[in-house]
DNA sequence: ACAAAAGTGTTGTTACTACACCCATGG
DNA sequence: CCATGGGTGTAGTAACAACACTTTTGT
């Protein structure tokens, strides 16, 4: 059997959560090109023949947050053929957070506009990214129950108020602040560092950091 | 910005597991073109234009086993520069589950040889095929747990016992009779046909199937 | 009558939920 | 001295784990 000819051209795309005022935000660039003038989407483009999916996310991300050393996984592959129409493209999406603190979004000159949007007030999006964003939103939800990643959204010293928020913020319901430090407590991820927070016309909270600061699965010991 | 031209192949293999003499096994085809000929690898090839990736996947649990209703999904894709000594060639990496009873596996002309290989003592395997190998059985130790998909591996009708059979070689440890009969049938994910097993120098057992036979999530009510 | 798997409940332990008040700071 | 979020314990309930004997069939 000899090798169809392919036709299929590789991109990759990148859904990059934060959390910033109070919601969960993602970064939507504004397009140039035909036939999305105007339109929001994700950022992404083709990969280059010497490097890996992951490298091309790395790269995006890069580009537009400067950032480096946050989250950073491969989401799912989607290779509807009619997805691109401008010809068959299959996008390799990728999915990050990064701490809202110190990001200076970098616009280029690929596109008209960057910046951030609420989750829950999205536009409708070019391609199939309302798709892609949507399973990027349910593997957010489902991971951050089981691992540690929420290490990614926060600055190195939080205080547990913080973290809880982002817990809420995520997974949409209060939580019971005095169960919550429990069930923290027991899974071991974090660490006081024996500071306090200053400035706030409240009592000082304790500071904490993780233990790590990369993908780790939670012992349910 | 131009596209680069990429020089890149889109390929789709398969990791078919299936439940055979009390041990889970995975489908193999032993190679013929090189540098890989005798080597055994997971089933594959290259995607065609008009195709989705999932079409493909599906093409090849066809043609190997004859078989189709049956649980298959997207496992991850998996590009690694140097994966394919003939040149830049991702796969979009899937994974299926089959019953055992009724296969009758089919040799194509493609390979030499074609048979299931107990997943604990699997040869060292062509490209990267022992990396997805490892990853779609951590997918369905994990998915096993919180979904219905065990219904690809059984007959329609089956006994509580063979289910529990099932649960206990994926997951490679023993359990109590009643606390799983309890579990599952908290679960309402199968229902009585009403009907006894036969032929066995035992007491019959009940039959069960499945009320829904396509990926279902278990609601933990 | 015996071998072999089917079927069935209870008890103790552990994990989870709900819930309210005092503390330390800044303004 | 007031407003704001920080910090802490207990009791009731629900989920989970451990465990053994009787039943029905085929040979």
Same mark, same amino acid.
């Not at 140039?32 to 105007?38: A, G, L, S, W």
């Not at 947050?65 to 050393?69: A, E, F, P, V």
């Given at each position: 059997m000899t090798t169809p000819n392919q036709n299929i051209k590789v991109a990759v795309d990148a859904a990059i959560f934060t959390i910033k005022n109070d919601s969960l935000q993602i970064l939507l660039i504004q397009m140039?090109?035909?036939?999305? %003038?105007?339109s929001w989407a994700i950022p992404g483009g083709m990969i280059q023949n010497d490097e890996t999916t992951l490298d091309s996310a790395l790269r995006i991300l890069t580009t537009q %947050?400067? #950032?480096?050393?946050v989250f950073l996984e491969q989401l799912k592959t989607f290779d509807?053929? %009619?997805?691109d129409p401008a010809g068959r493209v299959i996008s390799v999406a990728h999915w990050a957070l990064v701490p809202d603190h110190d990001i200076q979004l970098k616009t280029t000159e690929k596109y008209a506009d960057v910046r951030w949007w609420n989750v829950n007030k #999205?536009?409708? #999006?070019?391609?199939d990214h309302d798709l892609i964003v949507k399973e990027a939103l349910a593997r957010l939800k489902s991971k951050i129950q089981y691992t540690n990643i929420v290490w990614s959204l926060l600055p190195v010293e939080f205080t547990l108020t913080q973290l809880q928020h982002v817990y809420e913020i995520i997974l949409g319901n209060a939580m019971d602040k005095r169960n919550f430090r429990k069930r923290i407590s027991d899974l071991k991820l974090i660490r006081p560092v024996g500071k306090k927070s200053t400035g706030a016309a409240h009592r000082p909270a304790e500071l904490f950091s993780f233990r790590q600061r990369k993908l780790d699965y939670v012992e349910i010991v």
């Open positions: 140039k090109k035909n036939p999305f %003038t105007e %947050t400067g #950032l480096r050393g509807d053929q %009619t997805r #999205l536009p409708k #999006l070019a391609y």
